[in-house]
């Protein structure tokens, strides 16, 4: 056996190597999600007898412009996490089920809907934030319309069940993923579904950017040999 022979058996090539961004992606992505979900609510954190009169509910949200700000950035960071996790594991999934299957794009294609939803939040976000630091130069009615978009879009990750929902087929039908992640996948999606059903569209954001967490930390170890 030569050395170059010896060299390319014991050497592992770039392709060989564990690729594991895809999956942190999807960790920082859920991550992100959570922080969405705990921070965002303190613009909109008034007295609600305010609602019924705009130009009372803006001036209460006076002096809150940073909170807009940190939304803008972290919806941007969700979404193209978000992205990245999609294409790993649409690759991931494509690895272990049959050529030409759905699964894999439809994992994908909810990521990146609920990504290209973040992005819309984020833009809303970019003229709340400029609304609120020059309110003597703005409307009331709309910066109360754009603060309903803020607290609505960038929470409604609903794709991401469509996401958790083929994880979970391809875990049960296939062992394409753990079954364990199969049922906490199936367990997700069932919560988003609800979420769905009724007029709280935006509690999706809950189970989902869990989900995500928690399957992007799932692929991560699995990568380094200690999942299945």
């Known amino acids: 056996m030569t050395s170059a022979t ?7 090539t770039a392709t060989d190597r564990p690729r ?3 999956a942190v992606a999807g960790v920082l992505a859920g991550l992100t999600g959570v922080a969405l979900f705990l921070f965002s609510p303190g613009l909109a ?4 007898s305010l609602l019924a009169d705009n130009a009372r509910y803006v001036a209460a949200m006076d002096g809150r412009e940073a909170y807009v700000w940190a939304f803008q950035v972290l919806s ?15 690759r991931r999934l494509a690895a272990r089920e049959p050529a030409g299957g759905l699964l894999p ?47 609505t879009f960038p929470w409604v990750w609903a794709g991401a069940g469509l996401s958790a929902g083929a994880v979970a087929v391809a875990g049960l039908r296939r062992r394409s ?3 364990w992640l199969a049922v906490f996948s199936l367990l997700m999606t069932l919560l988003v579904v609800v979420t769905q059903a009724v007029p709280l569209q935006y509690l999706a954001l809950a189970p989902a950017a ?11 170890l699995e990568r380094r040999g200690l999942g299945n």
Request: net charge negative; proline share 1%; aromatic share 8%.
């Open 76 to 90: 941007g960071l969700a979404a193209g996490c978000l992205a990245v996790f999609a294409a790993g594991l649409r």
């Open 20 to 22: 594991r961004a895809w």
């Open 210 to 220: 869990l989900w995500a967490t928690v399957a992007g930390l799932t692929f991560a």
């Open 6 to 12: 010896l060299d390319a058996t014991a050497t592992p």
């Open 105 to 151: 794009d439809v994992a994908a294609g909810g990521l990146l809907l609920t990504a290209a939803l973040l992005l819309v939040g984020g833009g809303v976000s970019t003229e709340l934030y400029w609304d609120l630091l020059h309110l003597s130069e703005t409307d009331a009615d709309t910066v109360a319309a754009l603060a309903t978009g803020y607290n």
């Open 45 to 48: 954190d008034v007295d609600r």
């Open 177 to 179: 993923v753990s079954r």
